[in-house]
């Protein structure tokens, strides 16, 4: 019953701004660390940033100081505010959680189906 669901992409002009959120579903599980990384045509999936279930977040050099993460734990769901938004941002952005499950023990990391940022100049 696991489910990432991303939203708040689109379409923005170079220096706008978008939040995009992710919300976990499911029960039976406790996450950690979310996070959201990207992936351009003909580049590798890289990270963007990610967050503990304390708060403590972790930026690529790219975006430090025009992106910001966040998180909302009763809700599990994660944030990612955009701003200053330029061309080479554009790419798919991908939603990540790692879940430890109650009822095994295990730890598994889940992901979204992405969701598209296009940014023109």
């Known amino acids: 019953q696991v489910q990432l669901v991303e939203s708040g992409g689109g379409l923005v002009q170079a220096g706008g701004s978008l939040r995009l959120s992710c919300a976990a579903s499911?029960?039976?599980?406790?996450?950690?660390?979310m996070g959201w990384y990207r992936q351009a045509p003909g580049k590798q999936r890289e990270l963007v940033a990610t967050i503990t279930s304390g708060r403590s977040t972790n930026y690529a050099d790219s975006v430090e100081g025009r992106f910001t993460i966040s998180r909302d734990n009763a809700k599990n769901t994660v944030f990612l505010q955009m701003n200053s938004l330029k061309p080479e941002d554009t790419a798919v952005y991908y939603c990540?959680?790692?879940?430890?499950?109650?009822?095994?023990?295990?730890?598994?990391?889940?992901w979204g189906q992405g969701t598209q940022v296009t940014v023109s100049s």
């Open positions: 990540n959680a790692d879940y430890a499950h109650f009822a095994t023990g295990s730890f598994t990391t889940y």
């Open positions: 499911g029960r039976g599980f406790r996450i950690n660390k």
